[in-house]
């Protein structure tokens, strides 16, 4: 079911852990960057974490054969997630403006949080950052596989098959979870592995410039005792983060959800939960600015209290909900949230804003005529070079004889009917006239 708005428990008391001193808040609501963000599953008996899910703006899953990307839609997450993923904020690992560009560094630093908060015992650490740095592989990386395999089960080339056996031996000796001893003994899987450094350029292209990129991973681990989550805003987004999203672009916050065996995957849940929070632009300026554990609190509580509620019974919740033609701008929905704070809103604040405002009264001679000018003056050129595109071209020619074809046709018939006197009339009314 999707979220309602609902009145929320006090804050609970938990550890908090930063590291350096946040920057403050810019007042005037700095654009925060556009946000990529992937989901990485390691299952049972696997050797590797796996993309499974990603978000630009709306979700898309990999479907059940593997093979490929579904179509985008609207995120619908269950109620109970959304308070769980609350509930692991407020009492779980909170890592504020960690500054580091080492994977490894991160994870150490996150373990010795777990370890600290006696969350986990001591003697876990070394599994835990062993299991976290196994090889992260993506979904492209497994279309190209199989491509390859394709071709070379097609054409029988010698070099492409033995290729394919070397990439099939090298996933067949990595260490699974359960037989991960040591930190090096990843590494060393990691470098052998074929396709640990490639990445998603094509998908890259479709990103806005200066895109960043929010990592999560999920599993199920037979030796826990206790779910375990952590949340990590770097100060600076690294780009030397190898592998660990299938695009080229700096990552920013990365979040862990561990925990032990659970019936319906409960972790996968709130991870999708997690993802769909950082694909609210709101969320995201909201998470940017945040300085501590409570920032982070209120801006779950803002996302549920801009969400709506589904009633179970009255819809499918296997029914994908297509994206929206036209979604709610983000200066609108802060606009809905002063005003349910209670907050003066300056209703002429965006009277002279975007490309379709009115004309309005200034009392000045051609005044409201010269502002609606200077106003749309940046689109102007814009305007024209949309005139010349091909596909304006093409919809001009194919109006015109779209309008064009009736008329001839009329003219024709009518040609017919009248016998070719069709400008009779005319030459009558010239001769009275005259």
């Known amino acids: 079911m999707r979220i309602s708005t609902a009145t929320m428990a006090p804050l609970m008391d938990g550890a908090d852990f930063n590291l350096g001193t946040p920057e403050p808040a810019d007042e005037h609501g700095a654009e925060s960057a556009a946000l990529f963000c992937e989901m990485l599953e390691l299952r049972p008996g696997q050797s590797s974490w796996r993309e499974t899910v990603r978000w630009v703006k709306f979700e898309e899953d990999v479907e059940e054969d593997g093979n490929r990307w579904s179509k985008p839609f609207v995120a619908a997450l269950k109620l109970h997630a959304l308070m769980e993923l609350r509930n692991c904020i407020s009492s779980g690992s909170v890592l504020l403006d960690l500054q580091t560009n080492n994977l490894n560094e991160i994870w150490n630093t996150l373990v010795n949080e777990w370890v600290r908060m006696d969350l986990v015992p001591a003697s876990y650490h070394e599994p835990l950052v062993a299991t976290l740095m196994q090889p992260y592989r993506h979904q492209h990386q497994f279309q190209r596989s199989i491509i390859a395999r394709n071709k070379s089960s097609d054409v029988l080339d010698p070099a492409s098959s033995s290729s394919m056996r070397k990439y099939n031996q090298s996933l067949a000796t990595m260490p699974s979870v359960n037989s991960m001893s040591s ?65 080229p672009v700096p990552v920013r916050y990365v979040f862990v959800a561990l925990s032990p065996k659970t019936k319906g995957n409960r972790v996968r849940e709130l991870g999708r939960t997690m993802g769909t929070l950082f694909s609210d632009e709101l969320f995201q300026h909201e998470v940017s600015k945040a300085r501590d554990r409570h920032d982070l609190l ?137």
Request: with cysteine.
């Open 183 to 247: 930190v090096d003994t990843l590494s060393d899987a990691l470098s052998s592995s074929p396709t640990g450094d490639k990445t998603n350029k094509r998908f890259f292209k479709k990103l806005p410039p200066g895109s960043e990129a929010a990592s999560i991973l999920v599993a199920e681990l037979e030796f826990l005792r206790r779910p375990l989550t952590g949340f990590v805003r770097l100060r600076d987004a690294s780009n030397t983060f190898r592998g660990l999203v299938e695009v």
């Open 298 to 434: 209120t801006a779950i509580d803002d996302f549920m209290g801009s969400s709506t509620v589904l009633p179970p019974g009255e819809w499918n919740p296997k029914i994908r909900i297509e994206p929206p033609t036209q979604v709610q701008s983000k200066e609108s929905r802060t606009i809905q949230k002063k005003i349910l704070d209670g907050e003066d809103v300056d209703d002429h604040s965006d009277e002279h804003t975007g490309h379709g405002a009115e004309i309005k009264r200034t009392g000045r001679i051609c005044g409201g005529i010269m502002d609606d000018i200077k106003r749309k003056a940046k689109w102007y050129l814009a305007d024209f070079k949309d005139a010349l595109h091909i596909q304006t071209i093409a919809s001009i020619i194919f109006l015109y004889f779209a309008s064009m074809t009736p008329l001839v046709t009329f003219g024709g018939l009518m040609s017919t009917l009248l016998k070719g006197r069709m400008v009779g009339t005319p030459w009558h009314l010239f001769k009275i006239l005259s």
